[in-house]
């Protein structure tokens, strides 16, 4: 795989990430096996699979959160490691109490303090810089709003503040359209590809359904019964590839511009929304 065009400008760049013949058990289950990829900076990449194909999982290694079982993943070069500043993470999105006593700003520092006990004396650098990361995903206005009173897109944005605040390399967002309707998905999905663009940032963005960003990625990484292909939209999303992919037969087709999989009822417990038809 060749990087993006847009990075070419002065020779090819470094990769962002390698991913060598990496598996993942859990337990007796074995949920990713021998996954080999490279990503490389400014690209957007969708994740999508049916329930438990491993997409959290895959992100969960990238963080150091998970210690795959075999295999090798250096981010710019360097083992993987908790904590490291070039990744940003969104995790999936959980609901607040209404009367949590935290409003978008303090939420939003979470991301660059969030490990730190006592009392933190002011600092003006700390307070520029979330404000400016609000303003960047649009959510400037909800600087003093609370949490727990923010619409679900609302609290999307602020939790995508949180992931940028530390100036990765690397965002990851883990179902971000979940929960939301078709109008907050589509500005969110807007939103990710500006500040990837803008910021000059990498994206694995884990969705149930390809079709709300077909617009958008520059490849998908399809992900099922512990295996992965990764590529172009129309290179993966095929009938043949996916058929090995399930090791059943797997049909896909197009209706107005939107792609949809047809999978056996042997996979009907694994259906999935916006893309997945038995």
């Known amino acids: 795989m060749t990087a993006p065009s847009t990075q070419r400008t002065a020779g090819p760049p470094a990769p962002l990430v390698e991913i060598q013949q990496v598996t993942v058990q859990l337990g007796t289950r074995t949920v990713l096996r021998d996954i080999s990829a490279t990503i490389w900076p400014g690209e957007f990449i969708g994740i999508i699979g049916p ?43 959980r609901s607040f109490d209404r009367d949590l006593p935290i409003t978008g700003r303090e939420f939003v520092g979470l991301g660059l303090d969030g490990h730190r006990w006592g009392i933190r004396l002011p600092d003006a650098r700390r307070d520029a810089r979330i404000m400016a990361v609000l303003e960047a995903v649009g959510a400037g206005h909800l600087a003093d709003a609370p949490l727990g009173q923010l619409s679900g897109g609302e609290q999307q944005r602020l939790a995508i503040a949180q992931a940028l605040v530390g100036d990765p390399s690397l965002l990851l967002l883990d179902e971000p359209l979940a929960s939301l309707d078709v109008r907050s998905q589509g500005e969110i999905i807007e939103l990710v590809d500006r500040l990837r663009r803008e910021r000059a940032l990498a994206v694995l963005f884990v969705t149930h359904g390809i079709n709300p960003l077909l617009g958008v990625i520059d490849r998908v990484w399809y992900l099922a019964r512990g295996h992965a292909v990764i590529g172009p939209v129309s290179e993966v999303i095929r009938s043949d590839v996916l058929s090995q992919l399930y090791g059943l037969p797997v049909e896909v087709f197009e209706i107005q ?22």
């Open 51 to 93: 329930n438990g194909a491993g997409k959290s999982t895959l992100l969960r290694i990238l963080l150091g959160l998970v210690r795959p079982t075999a295999g090798e993943i250096r981010i710019l070069g360097s083992p993987v490691r908790r904590g490291n500043p070039h990744l940003g993470y969104c995790p999936q999105h």
């Open 257 to 278: 511009g939107r792609l949809f999989v047809s999978l056996p009822d042997e996979w009907a417990h694994h259906q999935h929304r916006d893309g997945v038809r038995r």
